[in-house]
């Protein structure tokens, strides 16, 4: 049997349910080894999960998630071994956070004009430390019944082209990647088989990405084998994960259901030394 690498988990330093802690500790009792912790533009997880888990003998990797726009699209792109303590990868991500904060308040006045009383308030009292995003919405809506259910919130009001919908702003694939890797760490494209077409993987290729995320809960087999193989053709490593955020409709079961062999991670970490031995 593999050893099992989930690399792609959030916390409630964005908009996963869980404490760091206690998704450490969870993800220990499924059996995974390594996690890669990959909060949306926050890093606030570190350096405390990392000590937390080598008390419980799981090895956490240092990792982030940021959105990029590419023509009308959102991709996202996953940052693993980045210093988090970098000036500037902090500097841009604090910026990331703000506009977050300040797209969410023009949600909210979208939802007010077609009335529904939400505040602001309470959204940002839901995101606490996180940062925000439009899951906080969407559960603020279900708590103060305005609808019945997570997706409901989406599919009517914040989904994109829905009439509460609003963008965020994001850097360019291109300068994710060069953001992380000046940050010491290498970039994968996040879940492809979600929004990325072949034509597109081809472009953004080209925009400094280490590699690809293969695994991930919107991946069928015949996907998987299929971001595998461009990997492989295209010289570029592989990543995946659970994607966990935990929650109603994102049941612990999802964790230790979608993971990667630790081998891989050992690339990963080949790479990583030899980028660092350049500098
Ligand atoms: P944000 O980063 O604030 O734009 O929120 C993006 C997150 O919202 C995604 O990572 C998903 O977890 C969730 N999300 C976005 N669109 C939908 C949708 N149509 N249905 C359910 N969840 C969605
Ligand atoms: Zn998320
Ligand atoms: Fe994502
Ligand atoms: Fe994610």
């Known amino acids: 049997m593999s050893i099992k690498a989930d690399l792609h988990t959030h916390t409630n330093r964005s908009d996963g349910i869980y404490s760091p802690d ?3 500790r969870k993800a220990h009792s499924k059996g995974i080894v390594i996690l890669g912790i990959t909060d949306h533009d926050n890093l606030g997880a570190f350096p405390r999960a990392i000590e937390f888990g080598a008390s419980l003998g799981v090895e956490v990797i240092p990792g982030v998630e940021l959105s990029a726009n590419v023509a009308e699209k959102e991709i996202h792109i996953l940052g693993y071994f980045v210093d988090f303590t970098n000036g500037r990868l902090l500097e841009y991500l604090k910026l990331l956070r703000d506009e977050r904060a300040k797209r969410a308040v023009r949600i909210v006045e979208k939802l007010n004009q077609l009335n529904i009383p939400l505040k602001f308030e309470s959204v940002q009292r839901r ?9 906080h919405i969407a559960m603020v809506l279900v708590d103060e019944g305005f609808v019945s259910d997570y997706q409901t919130a989406f599919n009517r009001y914040i989904g994109f082209g829905c009439p509460a919908y609003e963008k965020k702003f994001n850097l360019a694939p291109a300068e994710a990647c060069s953001l992380i890797a000046s940050a010491g760490g290498l970039s994968f494209l996040a879940h492809p088989g979600r929004s990325v077409d072949d034509k597109l993987l081809k472009t953004l290729i080209k925009s400094g990405l280490d590699g690809i995320e293969v695994v991930h809960p919107s991946h069928n087999e015949n996907l998987v084998s299929h971001y595998r193989g461009i990997a492989a053709r295209n010289f570029l490593l592989e990543s ?3 994607d966990f955020h935990g929650g109603k409709d994102n049941d612990d079961d999802v964790l230790g259901s979608y993971y990667i062999d630790i081998s891989r991670v050992d690339e990963m970490k080949r790479k990583r030394n030899s980028h660092a031995a350049n500098f």
């Open 22 to 24: 206690e998704l450490i």
């Open 127 to 135: 995101a606490g430390s996180g940062a925000i995003g439009r899951p």
């Open 240 to 242: 995946g994960g659970s």
